[in-house]
T-cell receptor, first 115, second 112 residues
């Protein structure tokens, strides 16, 4: 039971570098999400996707891009990393439909430091 | 505006005692509410949820109570164990079914 898998688990970047965080889910969920978690701030939604080929902005989208080329994968990209993007990033997925609940299942997180 | 808040940022209990974690919400249109548990270094884990048309829901050692009159939600953990030590988040779901609004969390510490 893999559920939601995030890679990498840790990463250190220099300001201005780029990187991509990968999220994979094996539950055939339609919806996928990227959050960031900062001390005292709880979880904030960056971007989300309601299906393959779709993406939408969340609460804090600036500085991030996403792609959902395959239903099971959701990629989060940082084109030019900034120290303000130092955070723990969580991916989540959830089923969709009137007969199911929108319970989001989370990955273990990626800890990113931007120096 | 919408908000989900927690009354107590930290809660310390003795092993075997019952724990109560509180949460206030402001959006009366929320469809249902979810409690998540987050252990150190891990992602949030679903514990229990409750629909807005219910007052109470029980799981294994956990009970969630919903008081719509005062917009208050609580999570009760019976016979708290050291393994229950974690940050607990309440979250509300409203409108379109993708949007989950999280509170900032309560740190529960269980003393042996």
């Amino acid at each position: 039971n893999a559920g939601v898998t995030q890679t990498p688990k840790f990463r250190v970047l220099k300001t201005g570098q780029s990187m991509t965080l990968l999220c994979a889910q094996d539950m055939n969920h339609e919806y996928m999400y990227w959050y960031r978690q900062d001390p005292g701030m709880g979880l904030r939604l960056i971007h989300y996707s309601v299906g393959e080929g779709t993406t939408a902005k969340g609460e804090v989208p600036d500085g991030y891009n996403v792609s959902r080329l395959k239903k099971q994968n959701f990629l989060l990209g940082l084109e030019s990393a900034a120290p303000s993007q130092t955070s723990v990033y969580f991916c989540a997925s959830s089923p969709f439909g009137s007969s199911v609940k929108n319970i989001q299942y989370f990955g273990a997180g990626t800890r990113l430091s931007v120096l | 505006g919408e908000s989900v808040g927690l009354h107590l940022p930290t809660l310390s209990v003795q092993e075997g005692d019952n724990s109560i974690i509180n949460c206030a919400y402001s959006n009366s249109a929320s469809d249902y509410f979810i409690w998540y548990k987050q252990e150190s270094g891990k992602g949030p884990q679903f514990i229990i949820d409750i629909r807005s048309n219910m007052d109470k829901r029980q799981g294994q050692r956990v009970t969630v109570l919903l008081n719509k009159t005062v917009k208050h939600l609580s999570l009760q953990i019976a016979a708290t164990q050291p393994g229950d030590s974690a940050v607990y988040f309440c979250a509300e779901v409203s409108g379109s079914n993708y949007k989950l609004t999280f509170g900032k969390g309560t740190l529960l510490t269980v003393n042996p």
